[in-house]
């Protein structure tokens, strides 16, 4: 009669399978909970669009629109998930979301 159970023949392998495991479960989970944190954010805030001229900064933008006691960095990261911003550079001529708080 067969033995049911399985033995793990190399423990080295089982582990390094079972490490890469986690780090793909652990990865996916953080991924999909920053796209459901981007999507709350473009659904959920209202918005008015600003034409940018030269010397207009990120930086400039949000400090004139946040509101105190609240992180400018907060508010330049809204400004880039509402805008699909892939750094914070901006230039004349572009229309920028901004939101409202």
């Known amino acids: 009669?067969?033995?049911p159970r399985r033995l793990v023949?190399?423990?080295l392998r089982f582990m390094r399978c079972l490490a890469l495991i986690i780090l793909l479960l652990v990865a996916s989970t953080g991924l999909l909970?920053?796209?459901?944190?981007?999507?709350?954010?473009?659904?959920?805030?209202?918005?008015?669009?600003?034409y940018i001229k030269s010397g207009d900064t990120l930086w400039d933008l949000a400090k004139r629109y946040t509101p105190k006691g609240k992180d400018l960095r907060k508010t330049i990261y809204e400004i880039s998930i509402l805008n699909e911003l892939d750094s914070t550079d901006i230039y004349p001529g572009q229309i920028i979301k901004i939101?409202?708080?």
């Open 99 to 101: 939101p409202i708080q």
């Open 33 to 50: 909970m920053k796209i459901s944190s981007a999507e709350s954010i473009r659904k959920e805030k209202n918005y008015f669009e600003m």
């Open 9 to 11: 023949v190399n423990k």
């Open 1 to 3: 009669m067969e033995n």
